[in-house]
């Protein structure tokens, strides 16, 4: 079997954003790491790899820069990178990033791509399903549960009141959320030997992606206007006076806050 | 001054990364259970940390000693009992090592490296500490083996080490009369006592070890040859060493990082006590003296790693490491004054830990008899 798990270089969620002039993310201002969500898509690539001697190659759409993000991915233990880096792709918008992946898929063998449901940064969510459409291959997102089985992808796809478990036939695409597994460290021999994994670099021209396509200008979603999060408000604290109308004020809160 | 590779750096930051999610929010329960961390023991053999100095043929990954004293900063920065518990073990690992013939290399260095196995080196006796060559636990040649008889103390791991490196003498002849053995923990004929109950590391079991006519076959005399147990101790003792400063480092680092963290929040007289500058200048000479550790203890791996003698270096690297360690955290209970004495905050814990350092692997006493004998020999 032959995986590819597409990752993200992303701004450390730890640190200040910096938001540039153009409204998008500043991402040469602050500390760039592997996006989190995608230790859970490696994780679950991992797994197949250790179970079914799957290959897994790693797939990222990024700048130069992005390659020591690529071989943080590889010092898990995959097997080789292929990363897509062109000045044109600057500015994309989830659909020209999904146009790029899907060229990148298509110039490679595969029977199953396994992506993080969404990246840190942007949490749009979109671009698995959008990779999906854009190849007519199956899309089985929010996984929490993957199991691989000769020709067929079975997922518990999670939702509020539970999980859907959803069957496909390879080749599919696949996402994950963080509840899937308890990502693994990178070991040191991983990391000594991601160095010398097969990496390759492509341009859009390459993959026969035209640059109208792609890129800040071309893209169907603009953003007018950003805002940092509201502060979180203080919670509503019940005391518990023995008297039982603790619980009674916890099932009106629950009801107005429609838990319940 | 010697660059750290691109896996290298990838390797402390993994470390760091480890050691944050992982260990250092675990270590205040297995102190306060007394329980070795066999978990994070294991944690750190997974991630290939176990055997980081050692040769690719017994499954190591060869850095330089300078990055796997590194390594140990770290963890003890996490946790005191596991970094030291780790240098200990690489300590035991690296006598087998260098000394074993062949045979003996391929038999039981593989599995300490993996970290499948936990080492543990016994050479201190009740009687013999600071003079370990006076040491009595007698092995008899006995057929084709021997049979060892006597008490071993202080073994840190003693009762959860699977494999221990014992010197005992084969010869009344002094030091030239030792011999080193390498003993696992299912031994007829040895039992460990209760461990010792003491001043800190309760994650870290400190036993005596009880031979009684232990038989104990001939291929597990280390290098095949007897006398060569004194020598074996020393030169390991002497990587233990850098070991034992880095694990200083470490802690001091720790309550430096504690101490700037409180000193920065608690208020009195209206404002944060770092803005007092009796208590910024505490921690300026905290961070001096951390720092100044750090430089020598790098500087003595550099040597080792050079090839050169380390003798009087790892001596002075521990004694001033310890030392800094023991002034350190001193100093990061008074910057937090009356609760710093409390169990509710970590910095009373490397109090305690830090005075453990200043005495094992040679007290400060005996390092600084290494140094001046090496200064004034001719
Ligand atoms: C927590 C812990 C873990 C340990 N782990 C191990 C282990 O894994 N393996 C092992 O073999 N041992 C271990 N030890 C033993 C340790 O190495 C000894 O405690 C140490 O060498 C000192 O020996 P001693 O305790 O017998 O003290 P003593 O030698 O009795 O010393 C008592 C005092 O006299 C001073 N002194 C002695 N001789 C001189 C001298 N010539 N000049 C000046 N001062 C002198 C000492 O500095 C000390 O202050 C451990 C000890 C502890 C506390």
Known sequence: MKIIVPVKRTPDTAAEKVIGDDRTVDRDAGESVLCPVNEFSIEEAVRLKESQDAEVTVLLVGPESAQSTVRKALSYGLDGGLQVTDDAIAGSDALGTARVIAKALESREWDLVIFGNQSTDARTCLVPAAVAELLGVPSLTYARHLEVEGDTVTVHREHEEGWDVVEAQLPAIVSVVEAINEPRYPSFKGIMAAKSKPLDVVSLADLGVSADEVGAGNAAATMYEFEPRPPKEAGTVVEDDGSGAAAAQLADWMVDKKFA | ?378
């Open chain 2, 1 to 378: 001054m010697h660059r750290l590779s691109e896996p290298e750096l990838a390797l402390i930051e993994m470390v760091r990364e480890v050691a944050a999610e992982r260990i250092a929010p675990a270590a205040d329960r297995y102190e306060r259970e007394h329980t070795f961390p066999r978990e994070l023991f294991d944690l750190l053999a997974g991630l290939d940390l176990t055997g980081l100095p050692f040769a690719g043929e017994v499954g190591g990954s060869g850095v330089s000693q300078r990055t796997y004293l590194m390594v140990v900063e770290e963890v003890t920065r996490a946790f005191a009992a596991l970094g030291m518990g780790l240098s200990v073990h690489t300590l035991a690992t690296w006598g087998i090592d260098t000394y074993a013939t062949p045979a003996q290399r391929e038999r039981f260095v593989p599995d300490l490296v993996a970290g499948s196995m936990l080492g543990a080196y016994s050479l201190s006796e009740t009687g013999s500490g600071s003079d370990a060559a006076a040491l009595t636990t007698r092995a008899v040649r006995d057929g084709d083996g021997y049979r060892l008889t006597g008490t071993k103390a202080w073994v840190t791991h003693g009762g959860v080490a699977d494999r221990y490196l014992v010197m005992a003498r084969t010869s009344d002849d002094g030091a030239r009369g030792i011999s080193a053995f390498v003993i696992d923990a299912d031994q007829p004929g040895m039992t460990v006592a209760p461990p010792e109950s003491k001043i800190a590391m309760w994650a870290s079991p400190t036993a005596q070890i009880v031979f009684d006519d232990a038989p104990v076959d001939a291929d597990r005399l280390l290098g095949g040859e007897e006398g060569r147990g004194f020598g074996t101790a020393m030169a390991s003792l002497e990587g233990g060493r850098l070991g034992i400063a880095a694990c200083a480092v470490g802690l001091a680092q720790a309550a430096l990082d504690e101490a700037v963290r409180y000193a920065r929040q608690r208020e009195q007289f209206g404002r944060p006590i770092a803005d007092f500058q009796g208590v910024g200048f505490l921690l300026a000479d905290m961070a001096a003296r951390t720092e100044a550790a750090r430089a020598l203890y790098r500087s003595a791996a550099e040597q080792r790693d050079q090839g050169l003698d380390i003798g009087r270096v790892a001596a002075m690297a521990k004694v001033v490491a310890t030392d800094a360690a023991m002034q350190t955290t001193t100093d990061a209970v008074q910057v937090f004054g009356g609760v710093g004495l409390t169990t509710d905050v970590p910095v009373e814990r490397y109090l305690r830990e830090a005075k453990i350092l200043q005495i094992v692997e040679g007290t400060n006493q005996i390092q600084r008899l290494v140094i001046s004998r090496s200064l004034t020999a001719s």
